[in-house]
């Protein structure tokens, strides 16, 4: 990313020069950068955070620019998107996702996930039956996969997100660190839950073979994916910054 020029390095890819801007002289030196030119420099201290030093970064292009004081609405010099200091109304409406998903988590697992249809008769299989079915059929890797991608990690990232909002509506300063670890572990394997929709997509798609047998994805399918999505919806409007404001606060 960089290239050795006069004893230093010089930033060759304009996205790292626009993450470089808030970098300290100090912080530079050591990593042995040379900053960009007019780069902004903030004052770095244990209380410091960008918002507390005027700087807002585009959700878009990522530029970091200075917020001019008494300024009302703010555009991005660089792709002219409105900018924000914090995400708006970011609370409320992770907090509305949550409740959404935890509503609609009960019938997805409730309901019949796939029925069967066969001359021996008709079967509703729910996630839980099917984990077992898999378990008892001697396919326990397969089970285990099931089991943790469509029932432990949708819960965790739901618990996860629920403990995340909730500190930050109470401006918690507990373990900020840890909680921004959360947060990125929620957005990794957030996409992972789908497992068990894609699973019987694929297998209505392929047992077709009327009258013998088919395969139908039952009305749990839909619950489960409007689960997956809306979790994936509230961790994107969750904020993590905002783990962050109270910080400052507290040291003041």
């Known amino acids: 990313v960089a290239s050795a020029k006069g004893g230093g390095s010089t930033v060759k890819r304009p996205w790292l020069g626009a993450r470089l801007q808030a970098v300290t002289p100090e912080i530079a030196e050591s990593l042995g950068l040379k900053r960009p030119a007019g780069a902004l420099v903030a004052s770095v ?24 004081k008494n300024a009302g609405k703010l555009a991005c010099p660089r792709c002219g998107a409105t900018l924000h200091q914090r995400k708006p109304n970011s609370i409320q409406r992770t907090w509305a996702l949550l409740i959404s998903a935890y509503i609609l988590y009960i019938p997805a697992n409730l309901l019949p996930m796939m029925k069967t249809s066969s001359p021996r008769g008709t079967e509703n299989d729910t ?10 059929s001697g396919s326990w890797p397969l089970a285990l996969l099931v089991f943790l991608a469509s029932i432990t990690i949708p819960m965790a990232k739901l618990l996860s997100m629920t403990l ?37 997509t694929i297998m209505a798609a ?15 399918a839909i619950a489960f994916g409007a689960v997956v999505v809306l979790t994936l919806l509230a961790a994107d409007s969750f904020d993590p910054r905002l783990i962050w404001d109270p910080i400052g606060d507290h040291h003041d």
């Open 45 to 68: 201290t244990p209380a410091s955070t960008a918002a507390r030093a005027g700087l807002i970064r585009c959700a878009d292009c990522e530029l970091l620019s200075r917020a001019p």
């Open 127 to 136: 996630i839980m039956s099917g984990v077992i079915y898999l378990w008892t």
């Open 164 to 200: 995340l909002t909730w500190s930050v509506q109470r401006q918690s300063v507990w373990q900020p660190e840890q909680r921004a670890r959360i947060y990125r572990l929620v957005e990794i394997v957030g996409r992972w839950s789908m497992l068990d929709v894609y699973v019987v």
């Open 206 to 220: 392929l047992v077709q073979m009327q009258p013998l047998a088919s395969i139908e994805a039952g009305p749990a």
